[in-house]
């Protein structure tokens, strides 16, 4: 079946996508189980997000998303590929993240029509829909679940990364309205957003929202912040292994409703100082590792998206080995566990 005319004839891949998807040759240490699309465009997205490299301003290459490239294709090719990857079980999703730019929402609309004629696959976007008249046609072309980011854990820091402050079109009341009219269309637990980690929220703030996100039906999925070369952030550090441990804790607590912010004690300087959880519960859920995998859409493991494979590994794309959750264990020692 020849692709509409509306599909945009090409289109970006993850590296290791590619790989998997049999359209580059190489090795890679672990292989990601969704298959990772971005749209493509000669120039950058017309937003303008502090820590992104495809962001309006930034000086950075064009292949790049987090610290991933992200090569060109045929979008046939793509197609066939993943059409063979399925087959051999080798993906078991795809996840299309989408660039702003005036006509992506055509672009976005057709490609998850042609992918679901095409491929029986689980079909995720990453986007920044118009409106909940956009949201129901994603979802009719087929789209099981929808991620609108959030990316900051408060209105100041949003507004300073992504918002008017960043020159950027969102806002943070937006964005949760967006994120409500989601969970109505797609359902609960079909809907995430992304929390970036180090953008200069503290602990409690960042609780605090995963807590929101929750109680709306949203799955808020992990990000540390890394530094992109050419962004406007791209001299801040990565967050602290452990103040992102004990977030990835809070995070797994709430969302299987075995406790909520409000039982959290925070220090003076706003860290997590006690789960209210008893220690012989947190010991068990932190030796499953499920906190430390990385979060997000079902079969999503994003290998080293914010990592470099030597570490710190901040979410895990696959199994974790007892020496590395002993490590764990030592990284939250502070609370007894
Ligand atoms: S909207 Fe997405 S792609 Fe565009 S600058 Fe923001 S994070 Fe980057």
Redesign the pocket.
Known sequence: MAISKETPKRIRVSLGSAIVLGLLEGTIDAEPTTAYLMTYRKD??????A??????ESQSRTDM?SRISWPVFLTEKVLNGIAEAVKDSAIKRVCV????YPNVFTHLLALVKTINQRVKVFISISC?PLNSESIRQLAEAGAERIGI?L?AATEELFDKV?GLSAG?P?RWENQFKLLSEAVNIFGKAKVSTHLIVGLGETEREMVNTIQKCVDIGVLPALFAFTPISGTTLENNAQPQIQKYRRIQIARHLILNKIARYEDMRFDTEDCISDFNVEKKTLRKIIQTGTPFLTSGCPNCNRPYYNEKPSGPIYNYPRTISQTELSEIERQLSLYGV
């Open positions: 950058k997205c017309t937003a303008n997000c820590f992104c490299p495809q962001a309006r998303l993240q989408v660039l702003n920044q980011p990316d992504k950027g969102y």
